[in-house]
């Protein structure tokens, strides 16, 4: 079972920065593309972000790019989302994701099979 585990959300005012971590204990993130996903309240859940396997070539949802950089540490076994510039629609529950079926990632929700439990990003005054 692959598990995942979301961390660094929070309070932020407009204009802030914060980096969520998405951390496994079970499997090597590194084999997985990883997707980052949030979802605000009355909202579908949207793809925002995601990483290829290994490659660590990335791909940005276009009301983030610029602003939002997803990375890979494999020494800690970790995904991150470093967010900066944010804005009050950017609040949302943010999820990370991973694609057991495949080596390149996708902005589409509905490939990923393993999802964390969420963190909350509220950018607020």
């Known amino acids: 079972q692959l598990q995942l585990v979301e961390s660094g959300g929070g309070l932020v005012q407009p204009g802030g920065s914060l980096r969520l971590s998405c951390a496994a204990s079970?499997?090597?993130?590194?084999?997985?593309?990883i997707g980052w996903f949030r979802q605000a309240p009355g909202k579908e859940r949207e793809a925002i972000s995601c990483?290829?396997?290994?490659?660590?070539?990335?791909l940005y949802t276009d009301s983030v790019k610029g602003r939002f950089t997803i990375s890979r540490d494999g020494a800690k076994n970790a995904v991150y989302l470093q967010m900066t510039n944010l804005k009050p629609e950017d609040t949302a529950v943010y999820f990370c994701?991973?694609?057991?079926?495949?080596?390149?990632?996708?902005?589409?929700?509905?490939?990923?099979?393993?999802w964390g439990q969420g963190t909350q990003v509220t950018v607020s005054s």
């Open positions: 990483t290829h396997s290994r490659s660590g070539s990335a």
């Open positions: 994701a991973a694609d057991s079926t495949a080596s390149n990632c996708l902005l589409v929700a509905t490939l990923y099979d393993y």
């Open positions: 079970t499997f090597a993130l590194d084999y997985y593309p």
